[in-house]
């Protein structure tokens, strides 16, 4: 059996296992009622039950899921269980309409903000020119929150900036208590997306930076 081929390398995106340990990128072959059919890139193909896979995941297998939000011209993303998806702001720029939304819990402090930005990068300049802004943004807004950035994973600035770019950041508040922060970057061809997710508990802040995995665009 040989490897993906170049069509099926554009459909390649990360799955996790329910129990949050377990990350690998494959295609989506098929689907047979509670069954599916992932091959990975090195061509082999895993049949699951979608009941191994994360919330996430059996989320992007049925977008009709109530666990499913719906982003304004743009796809749909997967609610953790305990969160909701609500409208932030709506601002009319000169190169389109820009959209806020912020997924939130009332049992946490951790919050995931999705931006959908009419700006979009045509080249791989203006890429690294969005990805250094959004990492500094990201950056400025804690420490003018008086956190201290005690370590960093910069996004890679390669030669070719794939579509979607991930970094990270922990710091120190003046409480004395961490914070963690997560940041995906998602260059589409009318739009640049950002998904920043914050909060105190660190692997409630992966869990929401996953999310980026489960936007299914139109």
């Known amino acids: 059996m040989g490897i993906v081929s170049a069509e099926e390398a554009e459909q390649v995106r ?21 069954v599916i059919d992932l091959r990975r890139e090195d061509g082999v193909t895993l049949r699951l039950p979608k ?6 995941d059996q989320t992007f ?14 796809g749909r993303i ?5 969160y909701q998806w609500d409208l932030v702001r709506r601002l009319n720029t000169d190169k ?23 700006q979009v990068a045509h080249n791989q300049a203006e890429r690294t020119a969005h990805l250094k802004g959004h990492f500094n943004g990201m ?8 956190v201290s950035i005690s370590d960093a994973v910069r996004p890679e600035l390669t030669e070719a900036i794939p579509d979607s770019v ?16 997560a940041g995906t970057t998602l260059f589409n061809a ?29």
């Open 51 to 56: 009941q191994l896979l994360s919330q996430e």
């Open 14 to 34: 990360k799955w996790h296992g329910a129990d949050g340990k377990y990350v690998f990128s494959a295609v989506l072959v098929g689907t047979y009622g509670d």
């Open 139 to 146: 950056i400025q807004g804690l420490v003018n929150n008086g």
């Open 166 to 181: 991930d970094y990270s950041l922990t710091g120190i508040q003046a409480d004395g208590s961490s914070i963690s922060a």
């Open 78 to 82: 997967s609610t953790p269980e305990g």
């Open 96 to 118: 389109g309409m820009l959209v806020v939304y912020a997924c939130t819990s009332s049992d946490s402090n951790s919050v995931l903000t999705l931006t959908v930005s009419p």
């Open 190 to 218: 009318d739009k640049t997306i950002l998904l920043q997710s914050m909060g105190n508990n660190a692997a409630e802040v992966a869990k929401l930076a996953a999310l980026s995995n489960s936007i299914q665009m139109r």
């Open 61 to 74: 297998l049925d977008p009709s899921s109530p666990a499913s939000f719906e982003i304004e011209d743009l």
